[in-house]
């Protein structure tokens, strides 16, 4: 506690000092972000530090296993609560949903045997209860770290899917007022994967020469991503 109290002193004295104007008008006129972003809770991932994002820049949502529960069958909660706010009245034009590596929460899907004692993490990602089979099906000659990536890049794909599920997003996809990204934040060096749906790659955002992939992911398969 002591540590976050010399932490908030530094930032009043630093950051806040220099932008105070910045606060000022937020405060006065509101947030107007322009992206939501779907991350998960671990500690790793920075929203604004990876972003190098300012406050009133990203509207946050972070859960366990950046999941998003589809309308139909999904748990409906908070996380709904705040997409719809974030599209229906602060009108973003873009979702981020943003995965990691070393993903605990992916772990767990591959391995619900591991988080049966913990009986509200097991039901949260149940949401996620397709990955081990499709893994299985589509990633069964892949073993280890390369397995954990294609569960981390999967995971992320079937939450884009499932914010297709919320009718206020489909229309504004069909509208083209509203983009969304499936990330993966790679904790051990800093670089972020952007899904390409014509590749069906994970290609590395900001890179330097050749667009490196973050795994190499077998052809797209005939669905609407
Ligand atoms: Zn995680």
């Keep these: 506690m002591q540590k976050l109290e010399a932490g908030i002193h530094t930032f009043q004295a630093t950051y806040f000092a220099s932008n105070r104007r910045l606060f000022e008008q937020l405060a006065e006129k509101g947030q107007r972000p322009e992206t939501l972003f779907i991350t998960c809770c671990d500690s790793r991932v920075v929203p604004h530090l990876i972003t190098t994002a300012a406050p009133g820049e990203l509207f946050i949502i972070r859960n366990v296993g950046n999941i998003v529960p589809a309308v139909d069958h999904g748990i409906l909660g908070g996380v709904s609560a705040a997409i719809e706010y974030a599209v229906e009245v602060l009108g973003v034009s873009d979702i981020v949903v943003c995965g990691h590596t070393n993903c605990g929460a992916i772990d767990a899907i591959l391995h619900p045997e591991r988080v049966e004692h ?102 797209p398969v005939s669905e609407s991503r």
């Design 118 to 219: 913990l009986p509200l993490v097991s039901r949260w990602l149940g949401e996620s209860s397709r990955i081990p089979k499709l893994i299985e099906e589509r990633y069964g000659h892949l073993d280890g770290e390369a397995r954990m990536t294609a569960a981390i890049e999967e995971n992320v794909l079937i939450q884009l899917e499932n914010l297709r599920s919320f009718d206020f997003v489909a229309r504004r996809l069909d509208a083209g007022t509203l983009e969304i990204s499936g990330w993966v934040f790679k904790i051990a060096t800093g670089e972020v994967y952007d899904y390409d749906p014509v590749s069906g790659q994970f290609v590395q955002l900001a890179g330097e020469g050749e667009r490196q992939t973050l795994s190499s992911r077998p052809p």
